[in-house]
Structure formats: C-alpha cells, structure tokens
T-cell receptor, first 116, second 108 residues
Framework: GAVVSQHPSWVICKSGTSVKIECRSL??????MFWYRQFPKQSLMLMAT?????????EQGVEKDKFLINHASLTLSTLTVTSAHPEDSSFYIC????????????FGPGTRLTVL | DAKTTQPPSMDCAEGRAANLPCNHSTISGNEYVYWYRQIHSQGPQYIIH???NNETNEMASLIITEDRKSSTLILPHATLRDTAVYYCIVAAGNQFYFGTGTSLTVIP
C-alpha cells in the first residue's frame, strides 16, 4: 500500500515551453501533497505544499507563477513548469500524505526534467 | 530550513552494522525524528521515525539520546543495496526540510 507515482519519469523539452508533471496516490487519498526539487548532488528542497481543493503554499523564493500547482482531487496533484529554461532542469519529486498517521509522507519516484 | 547536521559520507563493510549519527540540538518537544534514504535517481524511502523512545523495525533501529539532541540510525547488517544517501529530518508538522544527508557506501 501507500504507492505514489509520477508521470512522466523523464521529460526533455525546449526552452520556453511549459511542462506538466503529474503526481498520483494510487491506493490512498492524499489530503496533502508536497513538491520538491533536487539539483545534482544536492538535497531535496521543498517547493510547495498543497491541500486538496485549496491553493498551494509556496516556500520562500519559489515563484508561484513559474511553478503552477493544482491539487484538484484527492489522488492527483500536478506541477506545471511554465516557460521552462535550462536552469529549471532538475529532479522533481512529489510526496503525499493521507493525514491518517502522524506526519507520514510517501514519496514518488521523481521526474527528471531536462530543458534544452 | 533543515535543523539537522550529519556527516557528509561514511563507509561500512558489508555484513557489519552501519551507525549513522545525526545532531538535532535545537529539536522542539513536539518534533519527531525521521530517517529516509535515497538511492540514486529515485524518490526517498521511509526508514523509521521516533519521538523519544528507541524504535526498531524490519529495516533499522533508531536510538534517540535522552536529551533528544542527537540520534543514531543503525542498519544491523549492511548490504550493498543499502548504499544510499541517508537523511535525518526533524519535523512537528507535515513539512519536511531535508538537510544534506550522509552518503553511505557499503563496501564488499
């Protein structure tokens, strides 16, 4: 149980295009989902927290207009990187929490974004 | 911001116990200690968590000092598949701030 998937696993796009990454909780309802970014040889950096049906809360320094997060259902959150540039190339990881157990987070496998 | 400090890297011989330390001297009374690990290019994997008592599960043991200012993750019999970056996180709510972690290399 408690499986989180991400799609796509790897995406390559041209500079200036927008890319959507999906995060799904496969066997539980995720009241809260989190998005992280990880640059090579660095740690995970929390970008934003989203609760189902409400606007995401972004961490300081993360541009909300650049990284659009939608959490429209209890099993799906999407992160859209708008007008992507090479510096947005990174490993994007989501996690999900059902809220049933204290502070549990189940992580997805990550999506590697390469912007040319 | 991360509230933990860990050594950047450690080696461990295969079959031996791996003891990974973590300092969290500013931990608050309601914050738990969590351990996750990340194998290259994968999402983090939950290992164990605790508040103040020592904890054990099928993967590892967690030893938390009485003052809760530090903890140690113990992998009792390390295997090559345990090679990963291990993250120690303290959190009260559901927002995790990852530190730099410890890169554990298990040597044959």
């Amino acid at each position: 149980g408690a499986v989180v998937s991400q799609h796509p696993s790897w995406v390559i796009c041209k500079s200036g295009t927008s890319v959507k990454i999906e995060c799904r909780s496969l066997d539980f309802q995720a009241t809260t989902m989190f998005w992280y970014r990880q640059f090579p040889k660095q740690s995970l950096m929390l970008m934003a927290t989203s609760n189902e049906g409400s606007k995401a809360t972004y961490e300081q320094g993360v541009e909300k207009d650049k990284f659009l997060i939608n959490h429209a259902s209890l099993t799906l959150s999407t992160l859209t990187v708008t007008s992507a540039h090479p510096e947005d190339s990174s490993f994007y990881i989501c996690s999900a929490s059902s809220g049933r157990a204290l502070n549990e987070q189940f992580f997805g496998p990550g999506t590697r974004l390469t912007v040319l | 911001d991360a509230k933990t400090t860990q050594p950047p890297s450690m080696d461990c011989a295969e079959g031996r116990a791996a003891n990974l330390p973590c300092n969290h001297s500013t931990i608050s009374g309601n914050e738990y200690v969590y351990w996750y690990r990340q194998i290259h290019s994968q999402g983090p994997q939950y290992i164990i968590h605790g508040l103040k008592n020592n904890e054990t599960n099928e993967m590892a043991s967690l030893i938390i000092t009485e003052d809760r200012k530090s903890s140690t993750l113990i992998l009792p019999h390390a295997t090559l598949r345990d090679t990963a970056v291990y993250y120690c996180i303290v959190a009260a709510g559901n927002q995790f701030y990852f530190g730099t972690g410890t890169s554990l290399t298990v040597i044959p």
